[in-house]
Each structure stands twice: as C-alpha cells, then as structure tokens.
C-alpha cells in the first residue's frame, strides 16, 4: 500500500539555526500538507500546497517558514531561524483530489534547544 | 467556541464494552467530517468519514446531526487494540480544505 514518507524520524538542533524537513507524498497525489502537533495539545494545519504554490496557511506559518517541491516527488518544510516554540511532531500529508482523504506520513520530531 | 470540541476522557473501559466519544463543531468546520485514530507518537490515521445519514464499518459507528453541529463515534465490544486517542476532525468551508483536528479523546481498554 503507497504511504507517504518523511525524514529525518527525529532532528535536533540549536535555537535559530535553520531545519529542513522532508516529505515523499504517495505518488500520484496532487495536495500536499504541513501539520505539527505540540506535545500534549492538537493537530494544527500549517499550509497546503497544490500546483506548486501554497494554496492556505495557517497563522502559525509566518515569514521564518516555507515549503517548496523541488523535484517531482519531495514537498520539504524549512524553518529559517528555529525558536524553542517550534519544537512539536511536523506530519506531511498529501491527498489525491482536493477533498479526498488526506494520508499522514509517520512524522518528524524536532526538538529545539 | 473552538472549531472542534472534545471530551478528552480518558475513558477506561474494560474489554468487550460499548464506549460512544461525542464532538461538536462550529461553522468554520462544517465541510465534512471524520474520525482518525493516533496511537502515542504516531500519525494520525483514518478510521472513518462520517456521513449524515450516519455509518457504520463493523465494530465502529459514526453519526452526524448538523442541526446540533454534533458528531458521534460508538465503538462495541472495545478491544484491548482499540486503545488509542480519537481525534474529531472537520474539513474546513473555505480554501484548499485543511484538515481541523480536535484535541482527541483518549480512550484505554483493559482486560
């Protein structure tokens, strides 16, 4: 059964350095998304992502972040300038047609210290 | 009001129970509606869409009243594999439909 992908599983890094966080959605999806869930609280929308631009985002997507699909089969978030508050699980997600079911890969825990 | 509203329990609940799990929405999550499952430190996953007319897929049934903007998830005889955290989501009604998650309800089967 296609799946989407995502790497790294964890990442660690320094207050205000720049990550990069990387998604394979299932193949012939068109829709892609970012969601990051705070430990202990809820899964929170970030951005969606249709023919190559950024097609809603969430409050919490401010100018330190961006998404980009650089080839045909990666979709990545970079975050510019890591705070303490953006250590949370990032999950990409992607959907076939807008308004299908939207399959979640495994997630990436980053931590910011 | 919060867009997708939760119990968040825990419920505990011995194996072979009927546990139900409620939700209410506000307009802006009325698009459509579903039940996810997350297990700790996973992803969510689908369990199930939940359609007006009201569901079932075997052990599982979802129900929608959009007059009460109210959704329901009744699980029988509960299996110790059924404990995890039920997540409410609704599609939002305007854009590329974002996913709007609640805060789950966490439910644990025991023998």
């Known amino acids: 059964e296609p799946e989407v992908t995502q790497t790294p599983s964890h990442q660690v890094t320094q207050m205000g350095q720049e990550v990069i966080l990387r998604c394979v959605p299932i193949s012939n999806h068109l829709y892609f998304y970012w969601y990051r869930q705070i430990l202990g609280q809820k899964v929170e929308f970030l951005v969606s992502?249709?023919?190559?631009?950024?097609?809603?985002k969430s409050e919490i997507f401010d100018d330190q972040f961006s998404v980009e699909r650089p080839d045909g089969s990666n979709f990545t978030l970079k975050i510019r300038s890591t705070k303490l508050e953006d250590s949370a699980m990032y999950f990409c997600?992607?959907?076939?047609?807008?308004?299908?079911?939207?399959?979640f890969g495994p997630g990436t825990r980053l931590l910011v210290l | 009001r919060k867009e997708v509203e939760q119990d968040p329990g825990p419920f505990n609940v011995p194996e072979g129970a009927t546990v139900a799990f409620n939700c209410t929405y506000s307009n802006s999550a009325s698009q459509s509606f579903f039940w996810y499952r997350q297990d700790c430190r996973k992803e969510p996953k689908l369990l199930m869409s939940?359609?007006?007319s009201g569901n079932e897929d075997g052990r599982f049934t979802a129900q929608l009243n959009r007059a009460s903007q109210y959704i329901s998830l009744l699980i029988r005889d509960s299996k110790l594999s059924d404990s995890a955290t039920y997540l409410c989501?609704?599609?939002?009604?305007?854009?590329?439909?974002?996913?709007?998650f609640g805060a789950g309800t966490r439910l644990a089967v025991h023998p």
């Open positions: 992502f249709y023919n190559n631009e950024i097609s809603e």
């Open positions: 997600a992607s959907s076939g047609q807008r308004g299908e079911t939207q399959y």
């Open positions: 939940v359609y007006s």
């Open positions: 989501v609704g599609r939002g009604s305007g854009g590329y439909n974002k996913l709007i």
